[in-house]
């Protein structure tokens, strides 16, 4: 099983990022899964229509432990399944320990045994990496960590700062940073900052997207590029982009 980790600053385009991934992945006829690990929940949006679904710490709060996995999982585009593990009530509660608690249920009603699925995707707020934002990295649910980021000065703050995180846990045979993923904003430099960003953090750049109207038209519709446009420029960058992740991920393990 092909277990990856997507971090990136909020906003940087992390999650459609992810879904389309997901999309192209089982495109390729993999059988796919997506974690959305953010209070917002709304990391799978586009795979479903932009449809509301409970996450799991609402299915925890409202039923405890004996929610069945098929309230935890929705069918998405390509038949992804669609996990959301959510957050607490706002102002109550710490988001991390959110993400760790819907994790661990997941493993409890031994979704992974049972789904099977070929490729787990990880999509990770990466502005604070600790406690449960870290959990992916340090607790052996990824092997591979991908890093979302644009030129700009917060974005290469953030992704320095998840890259360092990756780093600490390395020697306890956690997960590995897999490389860079640029998702250009069309900054002054643009290129030569993340590549610098690359360097500094002995990492690569494993693949670039431009920036393009595609996306935000698809997102309007609710819907993955490669589902709303598959004959677009922007839908071939993405499905380049999952061979060159799936490429980088199989250098050490696959």
């Keep these: 099983m092909i277990k990856i980790a997507i971090y990136g600053k909020g906003g940087i ?13 089982a495109a390729m006829g993999k059988r796919v899964m997506q974690i959305g690990c953010d209070p917002k929940a709304d990391s799978t949006t586009l795979l479903h229509g932009g449809t509301p679904r409970k996450t799991v710490l609402d299915l925890i709060r409202e039923k405890g432990k004996t929610i069945a996995l098929d309230e935890m999982i929705t069918r998405g ?8 593990a959510g957050g607490p009530t706002p102002g109550m509660g710490c988001a991390g320990r959110g993400i760790i608690a819907a994790l661990e249920t997941l493993e409890e009603k031994e979704a992974f045994s049972i789904l099977r699925p070929d490729i ?12 449960g934002f870290a959990m992916p990295i340090r607790e ?7 890093v979302v980021t644009s030129g700009e000065n917060m974005a290469i703050h953030a992704a320095a700062n998840i890259a360092m995180a990756v780093e600490n846990f390395k020697s306890r045979g956690y997960a590995s940073l897999g ?21 500094d953090t002995g990492s690569r750049i494993v693949g670039a997207l431009h920036w393009s109207e595609t ?40």
């Design 77 to 84: 585009y390509g038949g992804v399944y669609c996990v959301e």
């Design 140 to 146: 052996g649910y990824a092997r591979k960590v991908f």
């Design 13 to 25: 385009g992390k999650s459609t990022t992810a879904s389309n991934l997901s999309a192209a992945f």
């Design 179 to 199: 490389g860079i993923i640029l998702n250009r904003r069309g900054v002054p430099r643009e290129q030569e900052k993340v590549e610098e960003l690359a360097a």
């Design 120 to 131: 787990v995707l990880y999509d990770v707020l990466g502005d604070v990496v600790c406690g």
């Design 215 to 254: 996306v935000q038209r698809a997102e309007e519709l609710k819907k993955t590029v490669i589902e709303a446009f598959p004959e677009s420029e922007m839908a071939g960058e993405y499905r380049t982009l999952a061979e060159q992740v799936l490429a980088a991920y199989g250098e050490d393990d696959a």
